[in-house]
């Protein structure tokens, strides 16, 4: 079996990253057929020869999945799309990034600069 170990620190508001890790989850549904649910805070996923568990913490998540035989192949393919979900959902930037945010959140107001 081979396995995929991802994790990352974030800085988004607990509830903001579990926003992130379902639009993670929802993009490997969408290009790898991958089913999920929640259990509090980890988001479990899986598909015919794949399991795994995305955990999400106040300041980091860590994505751990097993892929069987017939689909080891993709590890490599699947590791980058999780990278750039990860920098895109998770990095610094994010949480200063709309797309980051819960449907209905409102961005805080950025501190005005005094020159």
């Not at 995929?4 to 508001?13: E, G, M, N, S, W």
């Not at 999945?65 to 979900?85: M, N, Q, V, Y």
Request: glycine residues 4%; charged residues 35%; proline residues 5%.
């Amino acid at each position: 079996m081979s396995e995929i170990k991802v994790r990352r620190k974030h800085a988004l508001p607990i509830e903001e990253a579990r926003a992130a890790a379902e639009k993670v989850a929802a993009r490997m549904k969408k290009d790898f057929d991958f089913g999920y649910h929640w259990d509090r805070h980890v988001l479990h996923f899986e598909r015919t020869g794949v399991q795994g568990a995305l955990h999400v913490t106040k300041d980091e998540v860590k994505l751990e999945a097993k892929l069987g035989f017939l689909l080891a192949w993709l590890k490599p393919r699947i590791e980058k799309e999780i990278d750039e979900s990860f920098d895109k959902y998770f990095s610094p930037a994010a949480a200063k990034e709309p797309h980051a945010r819960p449907a209905g959140a409102t961005k805080k107001p950025a501190a005005s600069k005094k020159r």
